[in-house]
Nanobody, 115 residues
């Protein structure tokens, strides 16, 4: 069973930046996609961004131009660089990995955007 280890959340002021990391230790035969969802209190979980096995990326309209997803294949690690953070970005961020056989979720990391 693949396990995901997230890090990088925290408190940041509006306009600030954070980088989230999601590592999948061990060898993974193939990855369909890895990415991030987020969920704010009282709201549904929403897709933030993902990157496919061939490196294609997709972003939610609300984060385009501000967030960048990237991947270190050797380390099976995905990064989410978040810039120009807004109060509406505040949420618990969950990493996921789809390896064609199953979808694994990380434990979540909190991002708080507040002055």
């Amino acid at each position: 069973q693949v396990q995901l280890v997230e890090s990088g959340g925290g408190l940041v002021q509006p306009g600030g930046s954070l980088r989230l990391s999601c590592a999948a230790p061990g060898s993974i035969f193939s990855i369909k996609s890895m990415g991030w969802y987020r969920q704010a209190p009282g709201k549904q979980r929403e897709l933030v961004a993902f990157i496919t096995g061939d490196g294609s990326t997709k972003y939610a309209d609300s984060v385009k131009g501000r967030f960048t997803i990237s991947r270190d294949n050797a380390q099976n690690t995905v990064y989410l660089e978040m810039n120009s953070l807004k109060p509406e970005d505040m949420a618990a961020y969950y990493c996921y990995l789809n390896n064609y056989q199953s979808i694994t979720w990380g434990q979540g990391t909190q991002v708080t955007v507040s002055s």
